[in-house]
């Protein structure tokens, strides 16, 4: 019964033969390699989020496209935040104004920058809600999100929302460019 188990799942397991008969079960080391592989990304990334970060340190916690039903002001409003230009999510976020467009502008910038450090692209709301006094952001991030259709896709239930960075999906909602431990957690699961 176990090896057919240890049969079934060959991306788990691996059996060892010794010359007195006896055979061994061991876990194969491939995630690790993975793992080890994307080091030098994964420290690219952390470099990232300080950077965007106000103080350039974060401190360490413990534990889709349809009409939006705005007004005819609202429907301006937005025109014209996607018309501006874009602002670096790496600049200081507290020298604007917090509710002008420019301030919505760069938070609209550091989330999207935010979702390219992900693997999946990914990230429930809550989770950059943490990061909110490092970021400049409010926690009006939900409503923000809503309002730019075409960068992001909110997917979820109320007080779970995921957030999807819509650049990094292809039209049939596949991740585009998926990295090597992405494609190893597919085949695992």
Known sequence: MVSRFIARHPLLFTIYHYLDGKMWVGLLGKERLIMDAMEADRVTKVRKLL???????????????????????????????????????????????????????????????????????RALIHHIVEFKQEFSLTRQIYHMLKKQPKTFYLAGIEMNWAVFSMDAYGENGDLVNKVRQVMFNEKLY
């Open 51 to 121: 950077m965007m970060s106000k103080d350039k340190r974060i401190p360490l916690r413990e534990e889709g496209i349809q009409d939006l039903g705005l007004e005819e002001g609202d429907m301006r409003r937005l025109n014209l935040l996607n018309t501006l230009p874009l602002i670096s999510p790496y600049s200081n976020g507290l020298r604007l104004d917090l509710w002008s467009l420019e301030a919505e502008k760069y938070r609209v910038g550091v989330t999207h920058e935010f979702l390219s450090l992900p693997l999946e692209k």
